[in-house]
């Protein structure tokens, strides 16, 4: 679709239809639920005193209460999706028009020693950055940063492909960011990466075997107590050492926990952008090459990080009082999940760190498609070996006004220079900041504003701005010496495209 606008405002009808039809769903759901519920107690009721009639109306009446909950959580799961769906949506119809403020400005990237992304505005308010950012992780946001300030020319035909290929699937593109954007982690990937890396086992080997004997033990005694075989004073007994035997590792199983509920969300969510990873077929050699490392021949990633999510959700069940006593002493319910955990992290640890990597290139690249969707007008650049550098022609800013916007043609060969003059407020700067960040966006594999592009891969290195803290000529005067030299040292290794503006502006009034 080439009108971004059309496909916003079709999507936004579409799941407002989908979402009245859930909210419907879920009104019926709760009726059905409170139907069963009182049909069990009137069910139990009627039965007294007969326990066989009671224990089977109970179990009964349990299971479809249980099973009816689960299907509401679905219906409230799609109901939320859809709500996201819609703001995700709403954003760029905002964006389009100009609206940014809703946007993460990435201001923790400021750098003024940067080589150029101080001076080109990359991060910050009204930036490049807010402009194109839609990760919904902290390590997707923090992957694009590093990205835009990569200052490499790597591999930009491939990058470019797989941009081409997510503007390509915005549906895919916004049903990733929705799943990422329902859930609110808080503890950074470094510090899950860390405890899974240093964790030490604690469960002791009988242990590992003890839940499943306990279990099938505590199966006979309920079937013996429901044939009223043996009496309630000895299931008693049998439940009171389970309780005590789940004592014994209740430190160890506390501190576990602690980790363990902290990290929970972080699983729930990554498992789910995983499998649309690993579900979605790509053209681009990169993609596929990023998607390549969430499978392998033996289990899909995601299979096994939903393993693990499950396993932390059934663990944080020992916050349901009722549950939790029944469940350790008739099951060693917490012994058995300890278990659990430590098996799947001591299989997959050294894994996980590249899943989460993916996770956040997907999250980062995802941004970059949005950009090449919302600008269909835009050009990839022509790269070519030969001594031109850069050849333009109605080379604008992307963040401008395009009703006030002034495109201009730049061509640049090898070892030539440009001195721009020009009365003030004339947009000097503003022009030599449109060609920095052409360059920028170049290298990063995107659609540049303009009508056709040759380009030659450079690296850029600016000095355009000086630190606004640096009020005494003689600080400001050897701040832009300190930049110059920066720049000369940077050539002795290397090729760079040199934008400087107003240089030495400074006076040594010493």
């Not at 009726?31 to 179990?59: A, E, H, K, W």
């Not at 043996?230 to 199983?253: M, P």
Request: proline share 3%.
């Amino acid at each position: 679709m080439n009108n971004p606008q059309q496909y916003y405002t079709s999507r936004i009808d579409k799941h407002y239809l989908s979402l009245n039809r859930i909210k419907k769903q879920l009104i019926f759901s709760s009726s059905i639920r409170l139907i069963v519920f009182l049909g069990t107690i009137l069910g139990i009721y009627l039965g007294y005193p007969n326990t066989q009639i009671i224990m089977g109306i109970g179990i009964i009446g349990l299971s479809t209460f249980i099973f009816l909950i689960s299907r509401h959580s679905n219906l409230m799961y799609a109901k939320n999706k859809l709500q996201k769906l819609i703001e995700i949506n709403q954003l760029e119809l905002d964006v389009l028009k100009g609206d940014y403020s809703k946007l993460d400005s990435g201001k923790e990237f400021i750098d003024p020693t940067h080589p150029y992304s101080h001076d080109i505005d990359l991060f910050g308010n009204n930036s490049f950055f807010q402009y194109s950012n839609r990760t919904t992780t902290f390590a997707g946001k923090y992957k694009l940063a590093a990205i835009l300030r990569s200052n490499t020319t790597d591999d930009i035909k491939r990058k470019q492909d797989a941009i081409k290929n997510l503007s390509e699937i915005p549906d895919w593109r916004q049903e990733f960011s929705a799943i990422a954007s329902l859930v609110n982690i808080t503890t950074p990937i470094t510090t899950i990466r860390k405890w899974l890396l240093d964790y030490q086992s604690f469960v002791p080997k009988i242990m590992k075997v003890l839940p499943g004997i306990i279990s099938g033990i505590s199966a006979i005694l309920v079937v013996l107590l429901f044939l009223e075989i043996i009496t309630f004073q000895i299931f008693l007994y049998w439940f009171f050492i389970g309780l005590a035997i789940t004592g014994s590792q209740l430190k160890k199983i506390n501190q576990l926990y602690s980790h363990a509920n902290k990290v929970k969300d972080t699983f729930e969510q990554y498992y789910k952008l995983v499998d649309r990873i690993e579900s979605m077929s790509f053209a681009s050699d990169l993609l596929k090459e990023k998607q390549q490392n969430v499978i392998n021949n033996k289990r899909k990633a995601s299979g096994t990080l939903k393993q693990f999510a499950k396993i932390l959700d059934a663990f944080d069940q020992r916050n349901n009082m009722i549950y939790g006593i029944f469940a350790n002493g008739l099951l060693l319910w917490d012994i058995m999940q300890s278990y659990r955990i430590e098996k799947w992290i001591t299989a997959n640890k050294n894994n996980v760190d590249q899943w989460f990597q993916v996770i956040a290139f997907f999250d980062a690249y995802n941004s970059l498609g949005n950009f090449a969707f919302n600008n269909p007008s835009y050009i990839y650049p022509k790269i070519t070996t030969d001594g031109t550098i850069l050849d333009t022609k109605n080379l604008g800013h992307p963040m401008l006004d395009t009703t006030k916007r002034v495109d201009n043609d730049i061509h640049i060969s090898e070892e030539q220079f440009f001195i721009i003059t020009g009365a003030n407020m004339a947009g000097k700067s503003t022009f030599l900041r449109t060609v920095a960040l052409q360059i920028i966006m170049s290298n990063t594999g995107l659609p540049v504003c303009a009508s056709s592009c040759i380009y030659k891969p450079t690296k850029l290195i600016t000095s355009m701005r000086t630190s606004d803290s640096l009020n005494d000529d003689a600080s400001y005067f050897f701040a832009e010496l300190t930049q110059l030299k920066r720049i000369v040292d940077a050539l002795k290794n290397d090729t760079y495209f040199i934008i400087l503006d107003e240089i030495l502006k400074g006076t040594n009034s010493k």
